[in-house]
């Protein structure tokens, strides 16, 4: 049964560079073709925001929103993922979650879909 | 556009039949997936591939599709229900990208 689990700082200055790592047990992502690991944030009383996906041919993809704040990238360790968020703002103050995902086809287009979800982090951007 | 719009509320007593609306231009091209959030809690999907049910969802909940709109809806409604619930789908003219509706909250009376 794959479980996620995010960690990293609860509090950080606004303009610092977040990073969170996800943590994953039983799931591959080298060996486990059309999966990845995505990140979505949810701040206080808001909708859920998708952040962006590592996927398991090493390929990532973002949301537009964020620009070239964002990286995810993979952990020393296999079964780690790592988000990395620079010049936070109190904009930023959310709960953020790891979730496996994968990727179901309609014809000639695809989507990916989060099945498990890792339990969130919170991070508050205050000075 | 690449939003999905979602009623922000739907009520409904014990044992009625609600239904939750989700609505965009993606939908007709790309498949949907619902999550229900409980307060405090990580989201858990509920359908996937428009009307598909992961295993462990109770049969009550169920997943439709016409056009570019979907609709979950829930039978038989129980107090444990109560929860906000999201659509989710891939932008119109990037597949790569993920899409969430704003959310539903639903009130069991």
């Known amino acids: 049964q794959i479980t996620l689990k995010e960690s990293g700082p609860t509090l950080v200055k606004p303009t610092q560079t977040l990073t969170l790592t996800c943590t994953i047990t039983?799931?591959?992502?080298?060996?486990?073709?059309?999966?990845?690991v995505a990140w979505i944030r949810q701040a206080p009383g808001k909708a859920l925001e998708w952040l962006g996906i590592?996927?398991?041919?090493?390929?990532?993809f973002y949301s537009h929103s964020l620009g070239s704040r964002l990286t995810i990238t993979k952990g020393a360790s296999k079964t780690q993922v790592v988000l990395t968020m620079t010049h936070m703002e109190p904009v930023d103050t959310a709960t953020y979650f790891c979730?496996?995902?994968?990727?179901?086809?309609?014809?000639?287009?695809?989507?990916?879909?989060?099945?498990?979800w890792g339990q969130g982090t919170t991070v508050i951007v205050s000075s | 556009s690449s939003d999905l719009t979602q009623p922000p509320s739907v009520s409904v007593s014990p044992g009625q039949t609600a239904r939750i609306t989700c609505s965009g231009d993606?939908?007709?091209?790309?498949?949907s997936y619902w999550y229900q959030q409980k307060p405090g809690q990580a989201p858990v999907m509920v359908t996937f591939?428009?009307?598909e049910r992961p295993s462990g969802v109770p049969r009550r909940f169920s997943g439709s599709k016409s056009g570019t709109i979907v609709t979950l809806t829930i039978s038989e409604v129980q107090p444990e229900d109560e929860a906000d619930y999201y659509c989710?789908?891939?932008?119109?003219?990037?597949?790569?990208?993920?899409?969430f509706g704003g959310g539903t909250k639903l009130t069991v009376l």
């Open positions: 039983d799931f591959s992502l080298t060996t486990s073709p059309g999966e990845g």
């Open positions: 993606s939908l007709a091209n790309h498949f």
């Open positions: 979730a496996h995902a994968l990727t179901f086809c309609l014809e000639t287009t695809c989507s990916f879909n989060m099945d498990v």
């Open positions: 591939k428009d009307t």
């Open positions: 590592y996927y398991w041919n090493d390929d990532r």
């Open positions: 989710q789908s891939a932008d119109t003219t990037d597949t790569y990208l993920v899409i």
